[in-house]
């Protein structure tokens, strides 16, 4: 018997499976040696989630601290480097509570679907050469089809709860997931179109270009869209502390609250490691056979400091004019990109399909005039509707009988 | 162009990142403190203190507590009155100050300090041994003599009771001088206001005036 | 099958993150808009009028800085004008200056806090905030040096001020009027003209001038409404008769011009305290008045300054005796929030919220 996973395998493609695999093979029965090995890059997944989360919420904090002008977290450990772990033991020594009419088991379901989509989406996602834990030919597919996941975690939230905020958040959320999903889905064809590929493993290799360059606009379309998806201001009417207090998770304590947190910063991090896979090169870079995974985290440490920058820096949006940004704007942007890029690749490519590094050159510079000329002719197709109208100092006061003729 | 703003606030927020923060972190920093600071731990010197009770009765919230007996040691030489209650419920206290600011012989001051707690609302009555033994940084707050005198209570320099009074009223400490206490010429570098050397340590009781300074404070004080 | 929808009756508040304080709006909603409000205050009803009625002139001070506690200057302003009116005394000059400048210097911490809850309530994360408390924290310690407190200051007293400022105070002061500009601009480059803001606050929520007029709102809220009624122009107290500036107006009343004609005002206040810096000359900063005061029985005065939220008042009565027989306080947050009806419906939850931190009430001057 051969202690080698067989090359047709689907499972031969993922580094990490193989590795395990091939080391506990020997010992045990082939269907035992699947299974340890699936147990195996499960648990690394979820600690790497959790791990992820927990680095991710101190870095915001801190950063959200230097962005406001003060010092952030930094009693507990070195810089407040344990400050998570401080509130997760916080977290889980609260009461655990459930509303009294609360639909109890949708009520107690409700964190596990939440985070499950966030863990799930990583398992695609590379994180070196080889290194992506399942290596699924049709990655983005499955990233969409996971994350729309949490669209329904939010409206049992809400539901569940048996509390008005709640419910307002939740069907705010609902609302806003599923108008972004289209931007977003029609941003990403043009990444596939490109790419040739739907598989994340593919795209990066697509990359010679970065994506970056290639599809300006649909990364602006896909950063504005998954922040939104994700909560975070200026899109965040789900959660919006200064009306709905905190919106769909209102009720949640204790250990549910904890694990909500978990998801929603989880999908960040998943959102970061998603955008730097497609747009940014993912693990590639200079002797990306051995740093890769240096590479890719200095990528999505990019990317999560400009959400977080953004997030420090921007007022929310109202739910109307939320909906009006995805289907008056950024709809009409990722339709434009979609176009560009399609006449693009018909008539760059060669006999086989396949575009050159120089194509990709083409296309960025075509692509980059078309997200300048969109997004400007888009501005100034709004801007009469936000223009500030200066008010007047007057020289001196009105006289008091001008109160007589308003009056 | 339209988000050309929100572009320049990402610009102003990027700014303040880079920026050293303006917060301090608390117990190993402290922001400056000014001398007239309004804190806690009444200074209060039972060397220049009548019971009059003038604080007791000007204060907003009726905190502090007064009962004195007459004196037997020397009623005549102008000891009138000894204190023997003066509890000051600090838990209730407001520090506005209107006791310093009604306390005629400049015998009330506000503390300095802001730093003091308890585990029951009954722990937090000063009486009078807290008040005999707190630390004298008397703050600068309606006292214009020591004000002038550049005297800034957070350097640490504790005053004595014959340093803190106005000049005019140095009936007072000459009396109480030769009375009951010698005045401790201890710390060279004491900042003394007025002329120190004048009148200190001299046993003369002087009754007329008594009455003469009884009628400065009260213009004084008005 | 028809959809059947209902509204949603909401209580929001007392204990809610934006409501300024324990404020209770009870809101019906069909969806997102708001069917109806009903405003419910008194939660911090702590019985002022009534706890002046036991207390001397002087010890009233120290009510007052616990009605408005983010502009306690001015409300002892209110007060110790209103005592003055009742006394029929004049301040000595140096401490018409010296109120004047505090008082000014209250409002731009006033109406920073106003904007950063402002900003707040558009659900930034704090940034704007935090930059305008970094401000206000120097005038606070401004505060300090003068008076030995930051927030409830109880600085000044009936026939002036309690003590002349410290040597120190003036080069800080000047200090801070170099600092604050580049401090203020970066607030104002954040916010301003952000589009984000615009959108939500042009046009939201539109107080027409009549409205504004018949329900005796005051304050910024009437001026960005368009009528430029400004206590320090109409009836100058103080020593505002001696200094030069302008009162700004808008013209729509909505959210925005209400958040653009606090930011403008700052930048008058800052005239003003420039101007008195320069005018102010050495003397006396408190009339001899004795310690516990006495009106002639029957007297009766209404003494009345604009304050940063709007006019504020003190009716005093005497019967003669040392402390006051009524004394009536006008708060301006209590009054503009009586618009909050014509403001809110037919709006959305989220500028619901947005225009109550444009009124910018405050629940200690509302509730008294």
Known sequence: ?407 | MYGLAMAKGMLVTLKNFAKKPFTVQYPEERVKQHPRFRGEEFVWYEERCTGCASCAKFCPLGIIKIVTSPSETAPLQGDKYRLEVFDIDISRCMFCGLCVEACPYDALFMGSGFEQSAYSRKGRVIDIDQLRQAEKLPSTYFRPQLESASYKPQEGQPLDWVDVGRESWRWHEREKAGMRLQPSDASPEAISIGSPDEGRGVVEPVNEEIEEAGTVSAEETT | ?368
């Open chain 1, 1 to 407: 018997m051969s202690c080698h996973l067989a090359e047709g395998n689907i499972l031969h493609d993922t580094l990490m499976y193989r590795v395990v695999y091939d080391f506990v093979c020997p010992v045990l029965p082939a269907w035992l040696s699947y299974l340890v090995a699936g147990l195996a890059i499960m648990i690394i997944l979820v600690n790497m989630v959790l791990l992820g989360a927990a680095v991710f919420v101190w870095a915001e904090r801190r950063l959200l601290g230097r962005f406001h002008n003060r010092i952030g977290p930094n009693r507990w450990g070195p810089f407040g480097l344990l400050q998570p772990i401080a509130d997760l033991i916080k977290l889980l020594t609260k009461e655990d509570l459930t509303p009294a009419n609360a639909d109890r088991i949708t009520f107690f379901a409700v964190p596990i679907v939440m985070v499950m989509p966030v863990i799930l989406v990583l398992a695609v996602v590379p994180f070196a050469k080889d290194t992506a834990l399942a290596n699924l030919n049709v990655g983005v597919l499955y990233i969409l089809a996971v994350t729309s996941l949490t669209s329904v975690a939010i409206f049992m939230a809400g539901w569940s709860s048996n509390n008005r905020y709640a419910m307002f958040g939740a069907i705010r959320g609902v609302a806003v997931l599923i108008s972004y999903e289209v931007p977003v889905v029609l941003c990403l064809l043009g990444v596939v179109m490109v790419a040739g590929s739907m598989s994340l493993s593919g795209i990066v290799a697509a990359q010679t270009v970065p994506f970056l360059l290639v599809q300006p606009l649909a990364l602006f379309v896909f950063l504005a869209g998954t922040s939104a998806e994700l909560n975070r201001t200026p899109f965040d009417v789900a959660e919006a502390e200064s009306e709905l207090v905190a919106g769909f998770h209102i009720e949640y304590s204790g250990v549910k609250f904890a694990l909500i947190q978990t998801a929603e910063i989880g999908g960040v991090l998943t959102a970061c490691a998603v955008t730097a896979t497609l747009f940014l090169g993912g693990w590639s870079g200079p002797a990306a056979s051995y740093l890769g995974w240096l590479w890719f985290g200095i990528k999505v440490a990019i990317i999560a400091f400009i959400f977080v920058w953004v997030r420090a820096t921007f007022p929310r949006l109202r739910i109307d004019q939320l909906m009006a940004l995805a289907w008056k704007f950024l709809l009409p942007l990722s339709m434009i990109n979609l176009l560009a890029t399609t006449l693009e690749v018909y008539f760059l490519r060669s006999d086989q399909g396949v575009l050159s590094t120089n194509d990709l050159w083409i296309m960025s510079g075509i692509n980059l005039v078309v997200a300048v000329t969109s997004i400007a002719l888009f501005g100034i197709l709004i801007r009469d509707k936000v223009r500030p109208s200066k008010p007047t100092i007057p020289a001196g006061a009105v006289a008091p009988a001008a109160l007589g003729e308003v009056s």
């Open chain 3, 1 to 368: 099958m028809p959809i059947r929808t209902e509204p949603m009756t909401i209580n929001l508040g007392p204990q809610h993150p934006s409501t300024h304080g324990v404020f209770r709006l009870r809101v019906t909603f069909d969806g997102e808009e708001i069917l109806e409000v009903e405003p419910i205050f008194g939660y911090l009803h702590r019985g002022t009028e009534k706890l002046a009625e036991e207390r001397n002139y002087v010890q009233i001070v120290t009510l007052t800085d616990r009605l408005d506690y983010v502009s306690s200057m001015i409300n002892n302003q209110a007060y110790c004008i209103g005592v003055e009116k009742l006394l029929g005394v004049e301040v000595p000059l140096r401490g018409q200056y010296l109120r004047t400048i505090t008082a000014e210097l209250q409002r731009i911490a006033s109406h920073l806090m106003g904007i950063g809850f402002f900003m707040q309530d558009l659900g930034t994360l704090g940034t704007p905030l935090m930059y305008c408390f970094r401000t206000r924290e120097r005038i606070l310690d401004l505060f300090e040096m003068l008076c030995g407190a930051r927030v409830t200051v109880s600085y000044m007293r009936p026939g002036g001020v309690f003590a002349d400022a410290p040597e120190d105070f003036w080069p800080a002061l000047a200090r801070f009027m170099e600092d604050w500009e580049t401090e203020f601009g970066e607030i104002e480059q954040l916010i301003l003209e952000n589009e984000i803001v615009l959108m939500r606050c042009r046009g939201v929520s539109p107080l027409p001038l009549e409205t504004a007029i018949n329900c005796s709102v005051s304050g910024p809220v009437l001026r960005a409404s368009g009528l430029a009624w400004d206590w320090r122009k109409m009836d100058p107290y103080d020593a505002y008769d001696k200094v030069e500036f302008d009162v700004p107006t808008a013209t729509n009343g909505d959210n925005y011009d209400r958040f653009w004609v606090r930011i403008q005002e700052i930048h008058q206040s800052a005239r003003i305290i420039r101007q008195c810096v320069e005018q102010i000359e050495p003397g006396e900063v408190r009339l001899k008045l004795p310690l516990v005061l006495r009106a002639e029985p029957g007297a009766e005065a209404y003494g009345r300054v604009e304050a940063s939220k709007g006019e504020l008042a003190f009716y005093l009565v005497s019967d003669g005796g040392i402390s006051p027989y009524r004394c009536k306080i006008r708060s301006p947050s209590q009054i503009n929030l009586t618009v909050t009806e014509h403001l809110l419906v037919g709006w959305k939850l989220a500028d619901m919220i947005v225009t109550l931190g444009s009124l910018d009430i405050n629940m200690g001057e509302v509730d008294r």
